[in-house]
């Protein structure tokens, strides 16, 4: 539910935790799952699914700048997708306890985890999803999208667009 995100690295998973901004957390995911998403870089160790909570909203908060709250941009994103209202209801719910028992992450925060890890652990592979399900988001079909350091300095609120697998080299 709400926004998802995975990240592909040449780092173990420990490594990745290691490195990740206070309040957010990586989960593994299961070994057979994470295939099609180590693929998509080479010399992958590890893909993660990256939650500040049960979500990844408290890393994306340029998603939410436009919106009046996090909450009337999370409902329309479902609405537009005919989610039925008892699960929208859920799904707001989880959102809310996430973000309240979290402080929230600095707004450059991911674009700094991103920087760090392309100037000391190389490549990394970036999906992010938007869905009313659990499951890590669906491998897009289309070509991967690559970005330097400079490209994410730059534009910091634009360089990972949803359903898109971003590449982030140094
Ligand atoms: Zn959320």
Not at 38 to 53: D, N
Not at 96 to 111: F, G, K, M, Q, Y
Request: hydrophobic share 40%.
């Amino acid at each position: 539910m709400c926004y998802q995100l995975v990240l592909v690295s040449t780092l173990t998973l420990s490594e990745v935790r290691s490195m990740l901004p206070a309040g957010t957390h990586a989960d593994a995911m299961g070994p057979s799952t994470q295939v099609p998403y180590r693929a998509l870089l080479a010399g992958s160790q590890t893909a993660v699914v990256l939650r500040a909570g049960h979500c990844a909203c408290g890393l994306l908060q340029p998603r939410f700048r436009a919106a009046h709250t996090d909450e009337a941009h999370l409902r329309e994103r479902y609405r537009q997708l005919k989610v039925p209202r008892a699960q929208i209801v859920r799904a707001l719910e989880r959102h809310r306890r996430s973000t309240a028992a979290l402080p929230r992450a600095e707004p450059d925060a991911l674009v700094r985890l991103a920087v760090e890890h392309a100037r000391n652990a190389g490549a990394s592979a970036w999906l992010l999803g938007f869905s009313p399900h659990d499951e890590p988001p669906a491998l897009p079909a289309t070509t991967v999208t690559t970005r330097c350091i400079a490209d994410l300095t730059t534009n910091p609120d634009g360089w990972l667009v949803e359903g898109q697998v971003t590449l982030v080299r140094p």
